[in-house]
């Protein structure tokens, strides 16, 4: 991948985290609390400005109940 593909999969990845939370009705605190996180981190990660470890992306994943290929499904498909 060049950079500017990696740019759109890094804000296709906190585009996808975004949508998600919202759809489970959570707050940043509150996912941020779930994956051991801070709500900063976390609104960096949403808005593409930060690339969340695997380890952290598991827990927010976890977070909402889906699988990890489940997740890079959606991500690819906002990235098309």
């Known amino acids: 991948m060049n950079t500017m593909?990696?740019?759109?999969?890094?804000?296709s990845i906190g585009k996808t985290i975004a949508h998600l939370r919202k759809v489970h009705?959570?707050?940043?605190?509150?996912l941020a609390e779930l994956s051991d996180t801070h709500r900063t981190y976390l609104s960096e990660v949403e808005g593409g400005k930060r690339n969340p470890?695997?380890?952290?992306?598991?827990?927010?994943?976890?977070?909402?109940?889906?699988?990890?290929?489940?997740?890079?499904?959606?991500v690819e498909e906002k990235n098309d």
């Open 5 to 11: 593909s990696d740019n759109k999969f890094i804000i």
């Open 25 to 30: 009705n959570l707050s940043q605190e509150d």
């Open 53 to 74: 470890t695997i380890t952290v992306l598991k827990k927010m994943v976890d977070s909402f109940d889906i699988s990890m290929s489940s997740f890079f499904k959606m």
